[in-house]
């Protein structure tokens, strides 16, 4: 991105992030827990992706630099999914 | 052949920024590990809500907010490196120094709290997910304020040339620590 004068409105996803915190917040403590559950951590991960795409220049950079995100990431999925048995087996 | 951190490589992109890349990827495995580990440990066991119960979510949430505003004043420190202004990248700098030190002092405040109340590391295994996921994360976060000392430093002293490509990289990293607690602050004090 050094030397790109493409440059999204930082202030403005820094308003986003914030306007998402308190989405989380607010419905950790009106909505039933397993709605709040799952609005708070698709809340976290629509935030992750604003910092990935706008502070981390995602969005301008090269498909390679993708797979360097993509790749651990489905690492981990795999890990959930490899530990789960663990504990359904236990009961 | 010299080659630097800003040689094109045979990707089209810096070598300075895949490293920084590739770091994070590890990093993601080590975060990831720890946050699938609790993910499933939690759902295998109980009580887990009444230890989080313990935790202050008010400084939590301050910390949380403390943090993405550092984020935000890393990239405009990039944004002033990129367009040349010195004085504006020194003050943002600064800032994102001490957004990073108000969160380490706050998160030291929070931590002596739940000791003393004697909630240790060894109180049952959600603290010690807790601190082992939390203090790792302190950690990366006191190395970005390292990083980024260096950086002012450098400014301070001339070195820092305009488009300086390493405060874009300290940027990379200091902004996937925010990520990190993005994720960490939802697990341990929503759920």
New interface residues.
Partial sequence: MAGDTRRPNYLLVWVWLVGLLIVSIVSSFVLPKSAALFLIFLVALIKAILVLLNYMHLKFEKPVLYALVIVPLVIVIVLIFALFPDFVFRG | MNSTAETITA????SGK?GV??F???E??VF??F???Y???R??SSGWSEAAAHLNFSLA?VN??VL??S??T???AF?AV?GGNRKRLRTYLWLTILLGLTFLAIKAFEYGGEIAAGFTPGAGIFWSFYYGMTGLHALHVLGGVVVNLILLFATLRGLLKP?E?RV?LA??YW??V??VW??L??LLY??
């Fill in positions: 990707t089209g992109i810096p895949i890349w590739w994070l990827a590890s993601i495995t990831g590990g946050i699938a580990s993910i499933v440990v759902l295998g949430l949380t907010f993405l505003t984020s935000l890393m990239v405009l944004a990129e488009n490509h874009e940027g990379l902004h996937f925010d990520i993005i994720f602050f939802p929503l759920t």
